[in-house]
């Protein structure tokens, strides 16, 4: 992804979950997705979806049993 596209989604997200902590940031050797955090914490990864003509993003975020526990 795009420094400035990354950007955008970040002020969206931050704008979405009212966090203005959350960061997205590029993924090594990889252009389809980004990390995304909560200040230093790791939470997820947003996909850019180009395929047939509509451009879209997919954040998955895995929810581990034990973290439930917390």
Do not use: H, T, W
């Amino acid at each position: 992804m795009k420094k400035e596209e990354m950007g955008r989604l970040q002020d969206y997200m931050r704008g979405v979950f009212k966090v203005k902590g959350l960061q997205i940031k590029a993924r090594p050797q990889k252009d389809d997705s980004a990390e995304v955090y909560i200040d230093d914490e790791f939470i997820g990864i947003i996909y850019r979806d180009d395929e047939d003509e509509d451009l879209c993003y997919n954040f998955n975020m895995a929810i581990l049993d034990f973290d439930l526990e917390q």
